[in-house]
């Protein structure tokens, strides 16, 4: 199951449904269990803001937030990969600065926020250039503008 939840302030402006599409392409392109369940969360910069400082120690906002579980979510009995937090202001500032729309952004930020459950880090360069490679394919098959990876 994937579960969606977007602030209310958030909910006209967002289509819950590309967000699952895209969580579905991402899951299905790194070949997870069918059965997978996660969690988005799409909140404000606060609320992105205090987990970032709280659990990274980095006292700012950021636009994406992956909190791998890697457990069995223990009423289904599916791998529950774990859980995506994306600020909405601070995605919609990238896609201003970045010259496109809304939800491309979003759905660069849940890919990216996908593999980082299924895994995938960018700390070193093999790791970074796989999960570039990865994330830019699963963005092509979308028909995403935005299949170059941003440093």
Same mark, same amino acid.
């Given at each position: 199951?994937?579960?969606?939840?977007?602030?209310?302030?958030?909910?006209?402006?967002?289509?819950?449904?590309?967000?699952?599409?895209?969580?579905?392409?991402? *899951?299905?392109?790194? +070949?997870?269990?069918?059965?997978?369940? *996660?969690?988005?969360?799409?909140?404000?910069?606060?609320?992105? +803001?205090?987990?970032? @400082?709280?659990?990274?120690?980095?006292?700012?906002?950021?636009?994406?937030? &992956?909190?791998?579980?890697?457990?069995?979510?223990?009423? &289904?009995?599916?791998? #529950?990969?774990?859980?995506?937090?994306?600020? #909405?202001?601070?995605?919609?500032?990238?896609?201003?600065?970045?010259? +496109?729309?809304?939800?491309?952004? *979003?759905?660069?930020?849940?890919?990216?926020?996908?593999?980082?459950?299924?895994?995938?880090?960018?700390?070193?360069?093999?790791?970074?250039? @796989?999960?570039?490679?990865?994330? &830019?394919?699963? *963005?092509?098959?979308?028909?995403?503008?935005?299949?170059?990876?941003?440093?």
């Amino acid at each position: 199951m994937i579960e969606i939840q977007i602030a209310e302030a958030f909910q006209p402006a967002l289509d819950g449904e590309i967000l699952s599409q895209t969580i579905q392409a991402a *899951l299905k392109h790194q +070949h997870a269990p069918e059965d997978a369940e *996660l969690t988005v969360v799409v909140d404000d910069d606060e609320a992105v +803001h205090t987990l970032n @400082r709280d659990f990274r120690g980095v006292d700012d906002t950021t636009d994406v937030l &992956s909190f791998p579980a890697d457990e069995v979510d223990p009423e &289904s009995g599916h791998p #529950y990969l774990g859980d995506i937090i994306i600020s #909405y202001p601070q995605a919609s500032r990238q896609a201003a600065a970045g010259g +496109h729309s809304i939800q491309a952004e *979003l759905q660069l930020l849940v890919v990216h926020g996908v593999l980082h459950l299924l895994g995938h880090d960018h700390a070193e360069a093999d790791e970074k250039e @796989r999960m570039w490679s990865a994330q &830019s394919e699963i *963005l092509s098959q979308l028909g995403s503008p935005l299949t170059s990876p941003r440093e």
